[in-house]
């Protein structure tokens, strides 16, 4: 299904826009801070893949510096309803991973993305 492009400027067109949720992770006690994120993603997954007009979960990791992002896709019509609904269950999903020991710079954003 095609959506329609919005231009933002001459030659930069996008129909899809991300939230990215990330942080650092330890690798203190065999990395348990990296297995606790990822169980509270596991348990967000249904959630976010349940969001009108998700396109995409990814999740990015790397061990050389230690990031742990998730990043929902959505289509550009459909994301505003999400950031309405304050981008549900972000609150709770941070609230918890900032609690797991090991865990910090805790940050999200907001941005377009594209192939090509």
Known sequence: ETFASIEIAKGVEFDTIAREWRF???G???KASLIAAQELLDEAL???KAVDGVTGV???VCGGCLDFKIITSLTADKFGDW???EFAPESEFLEKV????GVSLVETQT???MPM
């Open 24 to 26: 650092k992770w330890s």
């Open 28 to 30: 203190d006690s065999d």
């Open 46 to 48: 249904p959630s976010l």
């Open 58 to 60: 990814q999740r990015v």
């Open 83 to 85: 950031e309405a609904a």
């Open 98 to 101: 900032k609690a797991i020991d």
């Open 111 to 113: 941005f377009t993305i």
